[in-house]
């Protein structure tokens, strides 16, 4: 199948819902992809779900390129997006534009993600200028959550309903391909998604968006704390404890090998 493009993704505007999963190995994103995933997002969400950390804080650029290289391995058509770790665009903008250049030359990423703050346009700009696509990231930002001091829903009240969307015109102006909402409101989430002519994924904000994402260990009921938004497909934790149990028993029992 051919590589999914930025452009496949802008056309799939308002027409047909755009489908991301998580993926942090080459074993996931082989499955995400045969089940036709258009974008593979290797999310600094592998820090609590695959790496025992209590948040996404601790998440270094040198874990999202292991993880990005090893989803690569994998040769999906769906769009890999590595995701840009805690406080690195808050950098000089050299070296974050250093990090995304290997992201994409070394590790084999076809662009990336950045939890955008309202003064981060003009860095958007100067990425996109440079030929990365950016997928810009609005609403809650889970690294700002040692600042929030906890996870909320965002566009509420109508101050911060507006700066949503002002925020995401001005990040599409600067050239950003695609917007994440995270836990934004669905109705603002849905004003959003209207006034923006290139499409919107949403986290927990709603069914207007134009495409939908969750992380792949929710889907699959191998997270420990589900968000509410979210919806376990299959529950593999408890499949694979079977495994592994029969397995040990079967050992201690001589009953494996045979």
Do not use: W
Request: charged letters at 25%; glycine letters at 6%.
């Amino acid at each position: 199948m051919k590589k999914v493009s930025t452009k496949n993704i802008l056309d799939k505007k308002s027409k047909e819902k755009i489908v991301m999963i998580t993926a942090y190995d080459a074993i996931f994103a082989s499955l995400a992809d045969k089940a036709n995933a258009d974008i593979l997002l290797v999310g600094d969400s592998v820090g609590n779900t695959f790496l025992g950390m209590e948040s996404t804080i601790p998440v270094t650029i040198d874990d999202i390129a292991h993880h990005t290289k090893a989803v690569a391995r994998a040769d999906p058509s769906a769009m890999i997006i590595a995701d840009i770790p805690f406080a690195l665009p808050a950098y000089s903008f050299d070296k974050l534009l250093k990090k995304c250049i290997y992201l994409m030359q070394e590790c084999k990423a076809d662009g990336v993600k950045i939890e955008c703050g309202k003064n981060f346009a003009p860095i958007v700009q100067k990425l996109t200028d440079a030929g990365i696509p950016v997928i810009a990231h609005i609403g809650l930002l889970p690294q700002q959550y040692l600042k929030l001091g906890q996870y909320r829903s965002f566009g509420n009240a109508e101050s911060e309903a507006q700066s949503l969307i002002t925020e995401a015109l001005a990040l599409q102006e600067a050239g950003a391909f695609c917007v994440l909402m995270e836990m934004v409101n669905a109705k603002i989430a849905k004003e959003i998604t209207e006034k923006l002519s290139i499409p919107t994924i949403g986290i927990g904000s709603g069914a207007d968006c134009d495409g939908q994402v969750l992380v792949c260990t929710d889907i699959l009921g191998l997270s420990q704390k589900v968000p509410p938004f979210a919806k376990k497909y299959a529950n593999l934790s408890e499949t694979i404890f079977d495994a592994f149990e029969n397995y040990a028993d079967d050992v201690r029992s001589e009953k494996f090998p045979k």
